[in-house]
Structures are given as C-alpha cells and as structure tokens.
C-alpha cells in the first residue's frame, strides 16, 4: 500500500507494469500427448521474470480442477484444457497467441 513502482516510479495505484507485462507476453497453450496415452495441456512463453509463475499455475489448477507443474516458463496440466486455460488466462489480462 502506497509504494513507488521500482519501474515505472509511480504510485502503485497507478502502475501499470504488471499490467503492460501480462499484454506483452505471448503464451501459447498446446496440448500434447505422453506416454500411455496420457494428454497434457501446456502453457507456454511466460515470462517469469514478471509473472508469478507458481501463483498463476496455483489459479489454473484450480480453475481446470487439474493437477500441474510449473517450471521455466511452462505450464503443464494434465488433461486438455485448452479452451479453459485460454478463457481464465484472457480472464486474468493475458493475450493468448492462437495458433
Ligand atoms: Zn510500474
């Protein structure tokens, strides 16, 4: 409450870094399959560097009722869950690169 962005140096209330960040990443989400048969969705080309990539990873388990992993960058969850990631991603500010 009431600190100076360390970026853009205004108040926080006003800082829009965080949000600037979120529009400037290009995730993509893909499903892929491992073994057995086993499908998988990803999420990838976040950059964690601005990005809490634990916490964003925490909301999309929640959200998709799935278990995960997070790790450099990427998101894994397992099941397909393309259209619900994409949905609470954009929901959350992300831009979603289609492909
Ligand atoms: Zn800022």
């Not at 800082?15 to 400037?24: F, G, L, S, T, Y």
């Amino acid at each position: 409450m009431g600190g100076i962005c360390s970026v853009c140096g205004l108040p926080e209330e006003l800082c829009m870094c965080e949000q600037i960040a979120k529009e400037q990443q290009k995730i993509r989400i893909l499903t892929d399959t491992r073994r057995y048969g086993k499908v998988v969705t990803v999420v990838e080309g976040i950059d964690s560097t601005d990005i809490d990539l634990n916490d964003l990873a925490r909301k999309l388990k929640t959200r998709c009722a799935a278990g995960g992993t997070a790790k450099e960058g990427r998101i894994e969850l397992q099941g397909d869950h393309k259209r619900k990631v994409k949905e609470v991603l954009e929901e959350l500010g992300f831009s979603v690169v289609s492909r």
